[in-house]
């Protein structure tokens, strides 16, 4: 397949990792999440004429079908994207968003939802370039598909994406956005997710790291944040979005959340406008909730969940 290559990986793939199918959780409120982030990321991206990478360390199959196969088994669209399909009256940010979904469903029924390069792919110009890795034999095959011969500008590689980021960091061009969103099957994920931001940060300093991480009553999961929050002499900002409190038994993920390293300046503004709405719109039963904390904030008190109807303060930014 034209476009896709094999890359050795350093660890052998555990059983979790390659039985681990994203179709089934496609465009549930944790992609919303995810997306609407890496969507206004693009975008800030775009502003300058000077080319960028994206660079995606675990990206699934490109897109997945919603009404047939794996993602019509749980349905988890129904209580993600699927409530925000009619709405007269999304934040622009997330109307943007919701939008580039609108274009893969011409018809106006939603059937298809973008992985995270389709979404790319739609968004980066001539000059722009994808870096794409999976592990997953079938997925990276579709992926291939999805991307053929681009002439380089998309390059799909079967391989492991943590080791793989090690050789395209700086990219020639000095800017990039590196989406790093593991599935978390596997707990090892939880340090490898962690050293290979510091290692890109020892690299590539002034790039753009986004990181995607569920919420789980784990243990793991519960401190990766904080891990995230401790790092010194960086920009970030930390955002989780839940749909319910933690259930009683300790199990299933109630939330996600995204920390994002080097930030657009403009960026906690727009989550702040979106993040009520989703919060409202995607709750289960008003048990909604969402997080902001900026790095710098010294109170902890945006660290407590603020329900839907709060609003978090807007706060000037000093622009660097």
Not at 90 to 119: C, H, K, Q
Not at 167 to 190: C, G, T
Request: charged share 20%; with cysteine.
């Amino acid at each position: 397949m034209a476009g896709l290559i094999t890359a050795p990986s350093p660890f052998q793939p555990s059983l979790a990792m390659l039985s681990y199918r994203h179709a089934f959780h496609a465009g549930n409120h944790a992609d919303v999440l995810k997306h609407l982030i890496l969507v206004s990321l693009l975008r800030y991206l775009a502003q300058k004429d000077k080319p960028y990478w994206f660079i995606d360390t675990h990206a699934g199959a490109g897109a997945y079908g919603l009404d047939a196969g794996y993602a019509s088994q749980n349905a988890e669209h129904e209580a993600g994207i699927a409530r925000l399909w009619h709405q007269t009256d999304l934040p622009p940010a997330l109307a943007d968003y919701v939008g580039l979904i609108r274009a893969l469903n011409p018809s106006g029924n939603l059937t298809l939802y973008p992985g995270s390069p389709y979404l790319a792919a739609k968004l980066v110009r001539e000059q722009d370039r994808m870096r794409l890795f999976e592990l997953h034999p079938t997925d990276v095959d579709l992926l291939g598909k999805t991307f053929p011969d681009s002439g380089g500008k998309i390059i799909v590689t079967r391989g492991d994406g943590f080791a793989g980021l090690k050789s395209l960091l700086p990219p020639p061009s000095r800017r990039a956005l590196v989406l790093i969103d593991p599935s978390y099957e596997d707990k090892a994920d939880y340090q490898h997710v962690f050293q290979a931001l510091t290692d890109s940060l020892e690299r590539f300093a002034t790039g753009i790291y986004a990181i995607w991480y569920p919420r789980l009553q784990r243990q793991e999961a519960q401190r990766l944040s904080e891990r995230f929050e401790r790092l010194k002499g960086v920009e970030w900002i930390d955002v989780t979005l839940s749909v319910s409190p933690p259930s009683r038994d300790g199990f299933g993920m109630h939330g996600s959340g995204m920390f994002i390293v080097n930030p657009p300046w403009k960026l906690a503004e727009t989550l702040r406008e979106c993040l009520p709405y989703l919060a409202k719109t995607l709750g289960v039963e008003g048990g909604g909730s969402f997080t902001l904390v900026e790095s710098g904030d010294e109170t902890g008190s945006a660290r407590a969940p603020m329900r839907a109807a709060a609003r978090t303060p807007l706060r000037p930014r000093v622009r660097r």
